[in-house]
Antibody, heavy 124, light 110 residues
Framework: QMQLQESGPGLVKPPETLSLTCTVSGGSISSSSYYWGWIRQPPGKGLQWIGSLHYSGSTSYTYYNPSLKRRVTMSLDTSKNQYSLKVRSVTAADTAVYYC?????????????WGQGARVTVSS | QTVVTQEPSLSVSPGGTVTLTCGLSSGSVSTGYYPSWYQQTPGQPPRTLIYTTNIRSSGVPGRFSGSILGNKAALTITGAQADDESDYYCVLYMGGDIWVFGGGTKLTVL
């Protein structure tokens, strides 16, 4: 059974870098059949797609939300079956629950497995 | 930038039928956007309900169905139950490896 689990600091000071890791079990992150995404949800607000990773032919590809692209970096570690998210120069607006999720289907268009979420607060 | 629109809130009576929609600030939603739908209750991660317009995810009750209605994607709940009271989000694939969430609909069952 596919399981995803987010981990990382719950408190980050502005303007430092937010770093989270998603550990995947029950399947290989190296599978070219899936994309691996990050989504966030500020308190009391809706969901926002941050970006996605895809591994194919020994190469990883990254795709970012244009509104966050300047500050976001994602990477994957196939040896640990993990992928990570970094958001630079954080502000209070980056306070959110961060979810990792697997993407499946045609054009990897839907999120079929979700982590429980990691709550991150940006505050000095 | 294109915005994905949803009704901020809707209500339905127990046993009733309600349709939530997912549109675009500019243009029409078609099957080519591969719309998907998610249900979220407070403190929980989203649960996948519908993908590729109208395919129910494993374990999702038959009272949930997806379609294209006019120029929008739609999620219909037929025979609503109390535990359907949740937030519902749609996602559209915009092409170019970009995915966009709608703003969400808060559904009240009363």
């Amino acid at each position: 059974q596919m399981q995803l689990q987010e981990s990382g600091p719950g408190l980050v000071k502005p303007p430092e870098t937010l770093s989270l890791t998603c550990t995947v079990s029950g399947g290989s992150i190296s599978s070219s059949s899936y994309y691996w995404g990050w989504i966030r949800q500020p308190p009391g607000k809706g969901l926002q797609w941050i970006g996605s990773l895809h591994y194919s032919g020994s190469t990883s590809y990254t795709y970012y939300n244009p509104s966050l692209k300047r500050r976001v970096t994602m990477s994957l570690d196939t040896s640990k079956n993990q992928y990570s998210l970094k958001v630079r120069s954080v502000t209070a607006a980056d306070t959110a629950v961060y979810y990792c999720a697997r993407q499946s289907g045609d054009y990897w268009a839907y999120f079929d497995s979700w982590g429980q979420g990691a709550r991150v607060t940006v505050s000095s | 930038q294109t915005v994905v629109t949803q009704e901020p809130s809707l209500s339905v009576s127990p046993g009733g039928t309600v349709t939530l929609t997912c549109g675009l600030s500019s243009g029409s939603v078609s099957t080519g956007y591969y719309p998907s739908w998610y249900q979220q209750t407070p403190g929980q991660p989203p649960r996948t309900l519908i993908y590729t317009t109208n395919i129910r995810s494993s374990g999702v009750p038959g009272r949930f169905s997806g379609s294209i209605l006019g120029n929008k994607a739609a999620l219909t709940i037929t025979g609503a139950q109390a535990d359907d009271e949740s937030d519902y989000y749609c996602v559209l694939y915009m092409g170019g490896d970009i995915w966009v969430f709608g703003g969400g609909t808060k559904l009240t069952v009363l």
